[in-house]
């Protein structure tokens, strides 16, 4: 009546059960651990994978990380997709007969859950490193207080009381001395707006209420745009920016060149109110 | 009112199937109310399931619909296919009707009402009227939020997650905010008392000899399901007061000018919102998991695996609500991370678990195992994607772009269309008695499955290079226009295939081709009945010995062997 | 039903240690609440079903041997259909299109909720389709 053939009372040794695969599985074992490795490397001759390189040492070392986690996820999402294509393929129906009805292999359960439970945590390290070198506000050289309105930006230079403001499409441009540190401090006159600059490789929240303080450390001159990112209402698409990082000197020069017609935020709202762009 | 009385059964062992008596009830025989007033009246979980599948289906459509004009206008930089300020309801009210009124429904209102109690040899449902009332609440819900279009200054506009301050009475005015409140109060109290339900019958009607660990896989995670709804949806329905009482009776809860604050908005939203994410995946994980065992024509690899794998990612996705605000710069970095990484684990167990059901199996590639393949392939990437994000450096310059709108269109139309197809190809024959078309499902799988990749790659690519999400236009200048030209073109593939369901719901109604009980040769109890079942689900029922009874039935010379030497032992215990 | 209750007794040990972790980590409380709220969700209902399995040992579905036939008799009532809940859906629904389309919606939504809450209660006593 049984319809299965017999199995032997010894149980088979796991490389006879799962041949092929446990080769895969330790071969790709080791090949995580190296492609992990990359992360130390200078990161020149590894692809980019789509992301900026970054422009700010922030932005270097976040570029990084995310070279780090794409290598491991294309090895881990390869490897299981591999599995799924295998399966797919080699284990098509070829008769009637109703396969061994195996329902769990303790070795293999208990490997496929230490093993991705520690892949998980080494990379939670290199997370938590990245993530102290991104976050570090030491004092800077240069301090710029970041304000987003509806639906523009306002940088304002506490050292010389310089104001850069613009709506919309007028785009301000923040300027900066390359090559020293520069403190930002950001927040919001009314909604929640995201400043974000891709080539940094960084954003933050300007929020009401709350300032939120972070740091630069621009490589080299350049003009890097920005854009808001936080939904912020009708003319969130248009709330652009840009930094410009120039020499010290000229920084200095431009910082110190205070005209006496700056612009207050409540008077630029009022100007949005009477005529909103884009209407 | 009636009462249900469970037959006696005489079937033992491999005895061929003789029932002797049937002692149902006849009351049920009555002539009860037809037509329309049926419908109102119903508390059958067959019906009301039904109800659910054919409304948030519509509901799908429509709001695929919205996706469509959505990606036209973003076919050109400086579109003027919708203006901004329906630009932003087009994109708000897309969201809402996908998350909260298509994807959890079709599932735990839809599929779970009408599935799991009869997986777990139940009459009905444990409260059927509240069954009832819960569909009422969500049609109702539905249709408020709907009327959102109608009202002056138009629906609600702030997106679907209503981020304070903009969402105050200062910022979006009008009714439709409040309109779109009003509605998820409804659609949340309707998922609550579902959640009650399934909580219940789970614990209280499952047959004799059903005990928790033989339960199918599919039951298990409505189970978990319904316990995330209990913890989620009266946060959310907390909130959306708190919301309401901030736009119209003169509190500052969430506005700084009062002493609120804006990020407590965050905080409740996401405490709901992330383990929503999970409602919204884990019964379709389930659905996989019955589809796949069956057209290998093997058990589930791992069960206690898997039960403890989903039970390990409810918990988790419980803790990790604040990885959508990282870049607030007011919570706890570590915590997160490490919570959201750790979310992978259990995922992963998952994944191998369905392999190991593939493996050394006999794969037939009906149309439901090929949706369940391609929501593997999917849900994968959309993973790894979503890993990356659990890093807050890549969360920084990831945040609102289009790269998170790729990642959780993968994971989301993965679990809910792809899976979501797969269970209604698959459980069609049961709720129908026919078979829908296999030749046009094919189709259907394989446009959207192209459709899906061409769609949302060059959405990773564009986010990468800097393009926000929620934009109504874009710079011209930044090369950003190809990517979205051909994720234009993708989705209106995809929308092709969406056709090509609805013409094969058509024409398998119109030329039925007859199902029989159990077309698939299917291993759960759902199986043992006739298609559709009739009154009250069962007349008779096998007995009950391990995971999968009717494969049990029918199939008595294969029994489960559970693993290296122990088959002996437990086919001793399995045969009754 | 010993299982279910050590589930639900799980959850609220893990929410429990969560919830202590996450305090003394971060001091904020919005999320503390909600994870102590949830640590509750399990707890309760958890040592109630524990102190019913105490009580009442193992029932039908909880034993791996049960038959069939020994399930044979009334299992419960299951109303059979029901105007009830239409009503009270449509009272639901008139009260809430109240705070948006007009106060005095609230008026036939309360009737319609009364009606149904004393319809259901009827019907539960009485036992039968209205």
């Not at chain 2, 990437?381 to 772009?401: Q, R």
């Not at chain 2, 096998?542 to 489960?560: F, K, M, Q, V």
């Not at chain 2, 062997?561 to 088959?567: A, K, L, R, T, W």
Request: charged share 10%; net charge neutral; glycine share 10%.
């Amino acid at each position: 009546m049984d319809s299965t053939p017999d199995r032997t009372p010894a149980p088979p040794r796991v490389s006879q059960r799962f041949g092929s695969a446990w080769r895969v599985v330790r071969s790709r074992r080791s090949l995580i651990l190296i492609a992990l490795a990359p992360i130390f490397l200078a990161g020149c001759q590894v692809p980019t994978f789509g992301a900026y390189r970054g422009a700010t040492t922030q932005g270097r070392d976040a570029f990084k990380l995310w070279q780090g986690f794409f290598i491991a996820g294309l090895v881990i999402g390869g490897f299981v997709l591999l599995l799924i294509l295998w399966a797919v393929f080699r284990y098509r129906k070829r008769s009637e007969e109703i396969p061994r009805q195996s329902q769990y292999h303790r070795l293999v359960e208990i490997l496929y859950t230490v093993v991705p439970l520690i892949i998980v945590s080494v990379m939670f390290v290199f997370v938590v490193i990245t993530e102290n070198e991104v976050d570090a506000t030491p004092k800077g050289q240069v301090q710029v207080q970041v304000t987003a309105f509806q639906w523009g930006w306002q940088f304002y230079y506490p050292a010389t009381g310089k104001v850069v403001e613009g709506e919309t499409t007028e785009a301000p441009q923040m300027v900066v001395p390359a090559g020293e540190t520069i403190n930002v401090s950001l927040k919001s006159a009314d909604v929640i707006h995201g400043f974000y600059i891709p080539q940094f490789n960084y954003s933050r929240y300007a929020q009401p209420g709350t300032v939120n303080h972070f740091n630069f450390n621009i490589l080299h001159n350049g003009v890097y745009r920005g854009q808001c990112t936080q939904l912020c209402g009708l003319y969130h698409s248009l709330m652009l920016f840009s930094v410009k990082a120039v020499n010290p000197a000229q920084f200095a020069a431009w910082e110190h060149n205070v005209p006496s017609n700056n612009a207050t935020i409540g008077q630029l709202k009022a100007r949005i109110k009477a005529g909103g762009p884009g209407a | 009112m009636t009462d249900v009385i469970i037959p006696v059964d005489t079937v033992v062992g491999v005895a061929p199937p003789l029932v002797t008596e049937e002692h149902v009830s006849h009351a049920h025989e009555e002539h009860g109310p037809s037509g329309i007033l049926k419908w109102l009246t119903s508390t059958d979980h067959k019906v009301i399931g039904m109800s659910y599948m054919i409304t948030s289906l519509a509901l799908f459509y429509v709001a695929g619909i919205m996706a469509l004009v959505l990606r036209l206008q973003l076919t050109s930089p400086n579109a003027s296919v919708v203006s901004f300020q329906q630009y932003n309801e087009l994109f708000t009210m897309h969201g809402s009707l996908m998350l909260y009124l298509f994807a959890g429904p079709f599932a735990f209102g839809g599929l779970a009402n009408y599935i799991v109690p009869l997986q777990v040899g139940a009459p009905d449902m444990a409260f059927p009227r509240l069954n009832a009332l819960s569909y009422w609440l969500y049609l109702t819900g539905s249709i408020t939020m709907m009327l959102g279009f109608v009202v002056a200054g138009g629906a609600a506009s702030f997106g679907w997650v209503a981020y304070a301050p903009l969402s105050s009475a200062t910022n979006s005015p009008g009714a439709g905010g409040d309109i779109w409140i009003m509605a998820l109060i409804l659609t949340g109290f309707s998922a609550i008392f579902t959640g009650v339900n399934l909580v219940g019958t789970i614990f209280y009607l499952r047959a004799p000899g059903m005990t928790m660990f033989r339960m199918p896989i599919f039951t298990w995670n409505m189970l978990v399901t319904g316990i995330l709804i209990l913890i989620a949806f009266p946060v959310l329905t907390s909130a959306l007061i708190m919301l309401f009482c901030d736009r119209h009776f003169g509190t500052h809860i969430f506005s700084v000018q009062g002493g609120g604050s804006p990020i407590l908005w965050q905080n409740l939203f996401w405490f709901f919102g992330h383990p929503e994410v999970y409602i919204l995946a884990l019964p379709y994980f389930g659905i996989v998991t019955e589809v796949l065992p069956v057209f290998s024509k093997k058990p589930v690899f791992g069960y206690k695996g898997m039960v403890f794998a989903t039970m390990a990612i409810a918990a988790l996705s419980t803790g990790v609500w604040a990885h959508h605000m990282f870049t607030t710069g007011l919570v706890l970095l570590p915590f997160f991370s490490l919570l959201s990484l750790l979310i992978a684990v259990p995922t992963g167990i998952k994944f191998f678990n369905w392999i190991g059901t593939m493996w050394h199996g006999q794969l037939s590639f009906t149309t439901p195992m090929l949706f369940s393949i391609g929501f593997l392939c999917a849900f994968l990437m959309g993973g790894v994607t979503g890993v990356m994000l659990a890093a807050p450096p890549i969360d920084f310059f990831t945040h609102d772009t289009y790269f998170v709108v790729a990642h959780f269109h993968q994971v989301l139309f993965g679990t809910a269309v792809f899976a979501g197809f797969a269970g209604l190809y698959y459980w069609y024959p049961k709720m129908f008695g026919r078979l829908l078309s296999d030749k046009l499902g094919k189709w259907h799988f394989w446009l959207m499955f192209i459709g899906f990749w061409v769609t949302f790659m060059p959405q990773y690519e564009v986010g990468l290079k800097g393009m926000p999400r929620r934009v109504a236009s874009y710079p011209p200048n930044l090369g950003w226009q190809i990517y979205n030209q051909i994720s234009t073109v993708g989705a209106f593939i995809i929308a092709i295939s969406f056709a090509i369901l609805l013409w094969n719901l058509w024409i398998s109604w119109r030329r039925p081709v007859l199902a029989g009980d159990n077309p698939w040769d299917a291993h759960t109890l759902e199986w043992f009945t006739t298609s559709p079942p009739p009154h009250h689900n069962y007349t008779h029922l096998p007995p009950i010995r391990s995971e999968r009874p009717t494969w049990d039935y029918n199939h008595p010379e294969a029994p489960s062997i559970v693993g290296h030497g122990e088959g002996k032992r437990l086919e001793k215990a399995k045969l009754s | 039903m010993k299982i279910e209750a050590l589930f639900l007794i799980g959850v609220g040990i893990f929410f429990g240690i969560v919830g202590a972790v996450y305090w003394f980590t971060s001091y904020e409380d919005g999320g503390t609440m909600m994870l102590a709220g949830t640590c509750l969700l399990g707890l309760v209902p958890g040592s109630y079903y524990l102190f019913w399995h105490r009580r009442m040992g193992n029932r039908l579905e909880d034993r791996d041997d049960a038959t069939i036939e020994e399930g044979a008799g009334v299992i419960s009532s299951f109303p059979g259909s029901s105007i009830w809940p239409f009503v009270l859906g449509m009272g639901a629904f008139m009260t809430v299109l109240a705070f948006a389309f007009g106060i005095w919606f609230i008026f036939p939504a309360v009737g319609l909720i009364l009606t149904a809450l004393v319809g259901v209660t009827a019907e539960s006593r009485r036992g039968g389709n209205v």
